[in-house]
């Protein structure tokens, strides 16, 4: 491509809600244009990246026998009735209607479409198992579409399901798309980690997320110190407490603790390690059509983790409570504690059952019980892991210890079972001629927002540094000069040479001054720039590498091979 006829409109001014690297370089480098909230037009680099890393994911699905199709944009509302997903998905699901009254929405997923694409036309256990995938625009009205490409409203999906006749078959398989996800990441040069993830309110018995590690990630994630242990912190989970601090020994009783409510207070109170403390957090559940005060109870030490708290409640979501709300149901806040729990209902973390020499609030002002023995409990309350990991927590699979890091989420594979098939009753026969739902996986890959996670990983102050894998160009031929005769001459001759070696290659060719050209270049991203100027009088070209910004003196006779070599 010559740049002169390029449509690559780099600008300086980078958009001014932009905070991510990745979105005010693929802005400012004339990659993308924002149409409205979460909408974002791709031009021509941006079209070629996309490509790539379509081509990659092609490539590496087709290996493991997953098969290409394309269902429509626009689904039938009616699918998503059958399979309940209508309410839960909410407002982020574009719905309308259509000139006859009959309502759509706009796919966020395809569960439902895929599904109904294979029933009645997979019939039997022989023709099993079968896995689907398509890459298509998925809309979302996202509540807060931001950072570009990686939260938008409309963004580019590969979506993959698979369909199996027993759950074993299920597991080969999903260690199949693990392994081929892992090699479309590789292969785009990303550092991720592959992490146990939280299986939320759909169920299904097992679920990872692919991470690619950045510090602008929204996700944070637990890593272990010596093993390949990694969760996202809405799943993480710690091993057994190697030291547990020595425990306050008091007979039960009811304990004068006037204005003391923080776990500070308490600890500081008693002259106790908070591990010995019982922290309340009332919390309002909000459920499909009603809202209600849970209490969940853990250890003083630790920090409730929303999103085990809502799956524990098995809620949409979770929200704040006041005091007033707490104390129209009769509860104390700052001495709220689970024994004798009859105001609301509560979720107890699995750390406290059978939990002895506690101190708890008394459910009374200016009360808590010390010595409080939660084993009287341990049959009618309800426990759950509601707690999230700390730093230095022990690895629950290995002795080493638990660290925090941050990823962005670009993959997520998932065994969902039958909860699909069995809504929109889907089957096959079984050898005995029985007939059975189809047990499914279902695999998920942000193809726009890896276009954002490469510059995340790979950026420098002054632009995009793509990967050689995701490059919208390899190679920049920058004549320097372009009324100079034997720059350009120079130039044309390793442009057409590049060409014909199928080298993707771009000469800029602009009448414009070098450092101009060079600026754009670096902002660009080009991995690699072949800088035809002065010293071709003297035999010489240069070539500077975006990666290492290092700029190294090649015979102009020999630039062709060099080229050919370090690509
Ligand atoms: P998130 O927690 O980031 O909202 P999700 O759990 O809703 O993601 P999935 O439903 O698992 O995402 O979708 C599969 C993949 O699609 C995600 O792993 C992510 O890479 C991508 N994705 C999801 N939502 C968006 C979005 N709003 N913009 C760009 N990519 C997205
Ligand atoms: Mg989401």
Redesign the pocket.
Known sequence: MRRSRAFIPTSKEAPSDASLASHIFLARAGFISQSAAGLYNYMPLAKRVIKKIETIVNEEMSKVGAQEVELSFVTPAELWKKSGRIEKFGKELLRFKDRKDNMFVLGP?HEEMMVELIKNRVTSYKNLPLNLYQIKTKF?D?ARPRFG????RE?I?KDGYSFHASTEDLDREFEEMEAAYKRILTRLGLDYRVVEADSGAIGGSGSKELMVIADSG?DTIAICSKCEYGANVEAAISGERKEVPEAPEAEFNKFSTPDVKSIEELAAFFKIDAYYTVKCVAKKLVYENESEIVLFFLRGCDNLQEVKAVNAAGALEIQDASEEELKALGLVPGFIGPLDQDKAKHVIDTSLKNAKNMVCGANELDYHYVGADLSVISDVAYFADISEVNAGDSCPKCDGELSFTKGI????IFKLGTTYSEALKAEYLDENGKAQPFIMGTY???I??LVASVIEQHHDENGCIWTKETAPYMVNIMVSNIKDEAQMAAGEKLYKELQEKNVEVMLDDRKERFGFKMKDAELIGFPYTVIIGKELVNGNVQVYERFTTEKTAVNADEILSYVMDII
Not at 149 to 152: A, K, S, T, V
């Open positions: 997923t979302r996202e490409l990686m939260r938008g963004f999906m929204e989420e670009v993959g997520h998920g890959m942000g726009s927002r």
